[in-house]
């Protein structure tokens, strides 16, 4: 990961290069390997370097040495190398991968987004067609933000690095601040400040002749079904996939690879691999155990027994013991380089077992994050059942997943859930039960809002504007759920999160899971590969015998890690955070204050270990608070 930024001026062809130079510092936290910057007629570029391969010792960026004529700035990993230097006909291995980014922009253009794999935010500019261009990579995972003004574009990884061009010239984005606080994230081209853009995932940006484009590139939903002649031939491929991720992931600068390993299937999945292909013994993992958890808590969260038998001894495994660490204690760290508020209540997981990896000596992490989602738990297939009127077959398949997970569901339930109100186009009852079931929040949702918000919120055209589809709109193909699932843009934001408290000790994170090649072929796949008899994950379980223990593979629940979090939560002295939170005029235009205090605050301080998603919302209010007085105190 990098830190890269770039100024075009507009109005003066001659570039400044003290302006560039006011970026490095709000940057350096991305990079502090190699810090370089070139100005150049209109534009001046930054980089501020991550080494996080051996070909990353050779990056000399920003960089016009490679074509005269283009000028580029690339925070990225390129996953499928091999494939493209076979594309393009070059004969040389040793390429870096800003050097085979260029030959690719040179070859395709503003198309090159539909031949690279990885994760890369990268910024070009050709004085030939004197034309500024960015692209982010299919998921997300490197940021790029942008604001246009009178006089000048500017293109940053960093929001921080903007507002510090523009000066106090920003203000915030009071609709960001509703999504926030309704979906725990925002649209996928907002910010929380007015002036500043975010570019989207899977888009580039055009600057032309004073014409400013985004288009999107990629498109998940544009993937056609896979049909393989047998079963076998399923997990056969995915495994072969999924081992060409691995590998192609495991590029290092010093050789060192370690990895997350809870005692879950997905993290043990990649660890297992990671030691399967590295012959040398030099993989290490990092697990952790929470202390200080007794009762139902402690049942829920305990991963021991699995992580024992995730053990090999072709990998070193080392423990560590999270106490007296927590969400909010933890606030100051997670938020410090980060743009936004922190919504995920659990990211501070991540951050113990970052020191570790650091102290090992390693540069990359690799972690399983939300590989259930990828490969999707299947139970969508029951819709696609009833969308097609096969009653009987969905009747079977739903007794298979009480058989599995011990639910008790009656034939009404079955007739109301999955025959009936797939025939409501709208999905009324969704609506209804977001923003007015009294147990999705403490108390009332919608009331949370003041009588201005709630006029505009009101109605369906609030949420479908911002998913792009009603979440639960049952009458929708089982494909679409997974692909929806995963272009959810909270997986995008905690992705950033992750990375971002990566980068503060010095980390890579490498996420296999979410690798384009995977997602492709787990979106493509007959329904049942991905739940088979019940089971989830049906795929991943066939594709990792040998290689992950049966302990493992035959594993069905999750650990709830939450309940680590609620201690503190509760904890919090509420009548000061109440205050400190009136004190805030913009939150008085969206936040009622006399709801908060006679109904919330009541109900965080009782028993909250309740599954009902009360901690979590209440942490996005406590978590605004802090990072509106972080802005105040800058």
Same mark, same amino acid.
């Given at each position: ?16 290069? @003290? ?103 990268? #910024? ?77 995932? @899977? ?153 570790? @990896? ?124 997974? #692909? ?62 040998? #290689? ?37 005029? #913009? ?48």
């Amino acid at each position: 990961m990098s830190g890269i930024a770039s100024i075009l001026n507009i109005s003066n062809r001659d570039s400044k290069p @003290a302006d560039i130079r006011k970026l490095i510092d709000p940057l350096s936290f991305r990079g502090k390997d190699k810090i370089n910057f070139i100005s150049e007629g209109p534009l001046s570029m930054l980089q501020c370097m991550f080494i996080a391969t051996e070909e990353d010792k050779k990056e000399i960026l920003p960089s016009k040495h490679i074509d005269p004529s283009i000028m580029i700035a690339s925070d990225s990993r390129i996953d499928n190398r091999e494939e493209l230097i076979n594309l393009l006909n070059i004969n040389n291995l040793d390429l870096t991968d800003s050097e085979i980014i260029v030959h690719a922009y040179k070859r395709w253009r503003l198309n090159i987004g539909k031949y690279l794999i990885g994760a890369f935010a990268i #910024i070009i500019y050709d004085f030939d067609r004197e034309e500024l261009f960015c692209i982010r990579d299919q998921i997300g995972f490197r940021p790029l933000y942008y604001t246009l003004t009178e006089d000048k574009l500017i293109v940053s990884s960093s929001i921080d690095s903007i507002k510090k061009e523009l000066g106090l010239k920003v203000s915030i984005n009071k609709k960001r601040i509703i999504d926030y606080l309704l979906f725990s994230c925002g649209k996928k081209d907002e910010t929380f400040f007015e002036e500043i853009h975010k570019l989207p995932k @899977a888009s580039f940006l055009s600057y032309k002749d004073s014409n400013l484009e985004i288009k999107e590139y990629y498109n998940l939903n544009d993937l056609k079904k896979k049909k393989l002649p047998f079963s076998e031939d399923y997990s056969k491929e995915f495994k072969e996939i999924f081992f060409e991720v691995i590998k192609s992931q495991m590029r290092t600068p010093n050789k060192k690879i370690v990895s997350a390993l809870s005692g879950g299937l997905d993290s043990t999945s990649i660890t297992r691999t990671l030691a399967h292909l590295n012959t040398d013994n030099s993989i290490e993992s990092i697990s952790a155990i929470f202390k200080g958890l007794k009762g139902e808590a402690k049942e829920k969260t305990d991963e021991l027994e699995y992580m024992k038998s995730a053990m090999s001894k072709n990998f070193k495994s080392n423990f560590i013991e999270l106490k007296n660490i927590g969400p909010i204690s933890s606030l100051e760290s997670s938020q410090k380089y980060h743009d936004v508020p922190v919504s995920a209540i659990n990211g501070y997981v991540h951050i113990p077992m970052l020191m570790k @990896a650091k102290e090992l000596g390693s540069k990359v992490l690799f972690d399983g994050f939300d590989g259930d989602t990828v490969i999707s738990h299947g139970l969508e297939k029951l819709y696609d059942y009833s969308r097609k009127l096969k009653y009987l077959t969905l009747y079977k398949e739903r007794k298979k997943v009480d058989r599995i997970y011990g639910f008790k569901t009656s034939k009404s339930w079955i007739i109301k859930n999955y025959i009936i109100k797939p025939l409501i186009p709208l999905r009324i009852d969704y609506y209804r039960k977001f923003l007015f079931n009294k147990k999705s929040f403490p108390g009332n949702l919608f009331e949370l809002f003041t009588k201005k918000v709630k006029k505009q919120i009101k109605g369906f055209s609030y949420i479908k504007n911002f998913y792009g589809f009603y979440p639960y709109q049952y009458s929708s193909s089982a494909k679409n759920f997974h #692909i929806r699932a995963i272009n959810y843009p909270i997986w995008e934001y905690g992705i950033e999160m992750i990375e971002t408290h990566a980068l503060e000790q010095g980390i890579e994170m490498r996420f296999p899971f979410f690798d384009l090649r995977l997602i492709e072929f787990c979106v493509c796949l007959p329904l049942e590969e991905k739940n088979k008899n019940g089971i989830n994950r049906h795929i991943l379980r066939k594709a990792m015998k040998g #290689i992950v223990p049966e302990k493992i593979l035959n594993r069905l629940d999750k650990s709830n890690i939450g309940a680590f979090a609620e201690k503190e939560i509760r904890e919090i002295d509420h009548d000061q955070f109440f205050s400190s939170l009136k004190q805030k005029n #913009i939150l008085n235009d969206i936040v009622d204050f006399n709801y908060f205090n006679d109904v919330i605050k009541k109900n965080v301080e009782k028993d909250l270990v309740s599954g009902n998603n009360d901690l979590s919302r209440y942490y996005l209010l406590y978590s605004l608070n802090y990072w509106l007085e972080s802005l105040e105190n800058t």
